[in-house]
Antibody, heavy 119, light 107 residues
């Protein structure tokens, strides 16, 4: 079964840092572009960024480029999101998603991990 | 960045009805448009890609259409499991952007 499982969310103070993980199983993780997408409470979906299979290309949405770092470890079948200088507006459910091999939409999503920024 | 505008933001309908959700792109995205369904407390699920191609396992009562800047998702004969939120997303290069969503509720 193809599966993505996020972890690492929790309560973080404003200005702090947090690293999220996404464990992949059931498919050849090393062949796929992977993305992070977030959803603030009661709001819509916001794409954060993506990383290509060999980590040579990482794209971010411009407004978040200086806040997040995406990385991956193909040996561990794991995607990461390093968050820094967090603010209350970063409170959200963070999803990892698999981009299809031949096109740029998302065919597999994890269940998400919740990040709450509060003092 | 390409902006995606969805309408309506919310929609109330009854089982058996037909509904249409629209999505407008701020510039030409050809047919690079996907639709997702999100049920309460769940992650988004792919419904349609390339504007009109149904994802695997999606019932035929769903259909997508459009190209360029105007797109729509039509659901024929609504079923109880169809209620939830729907999002469009352009997949014409980065940054990918989503529409604001349409919440489909039971009347």
């Amino acid at each position: 079964e193809v599966k993505l499982l996020e972890s690492g969310g929790g309560l973080v103070q404003p200005g702090g840092s947090l690293k999220l993980s996404c464990a992949a199983s059931g498919f050849d993780f090393s062949r796929y572009w992977m993305s992070w997408v977030r959803q603030a409470p009661g709001k819509g979906l916001e794409w954060i960024g993506e990383i290509n299979p060999d980590s040579s290309t990482i794209n971010y949405t411009p407004s978040l480029k200086d806040k997040f770092i995406i990385s991956r470890d193909n040996a561990k079948n794991t995607l990461y999101l390093q968050m820094s200088k967090v603010r209350s507006e970063d409170t959200a459910l963070y999803y990892c998603a698999r981009r299809t091999v031949v096109d740029w939409y998302f065919d597999v999503w994890g269940a998400g991990t919740t990040v709450t920024v509060s003092s | 960045d390409i902006q995606m505008t969805q309408s309506p933001a919310s929609l109330s309908a009854s089982v058996g009805e037909t509904v249409t959700i629209t999505c407008r792109a701020s510039e030409n995205i050809y047919s690079y448009l996907a639709w997702y369904q999100q049920k309460q407390g769940k992650s988004p699920q792919l419904l349609v890609y390339n504007a009109k191609t149904l994802a695997e396992g999606v019932p035929s009562r769903f259909s997508g259409s459009g190209s360029g800047t105007q797109f729509s998702l039509k659901i024929n004969s609504l079923q109880p499991e169809d209620f939830g939120s729907y999002y469009c997303q352009h997949h014409y290069g980065t940054p990918y952007t989503f529409g604001g969503g349409t919440k489909l509720e039971i009347k």
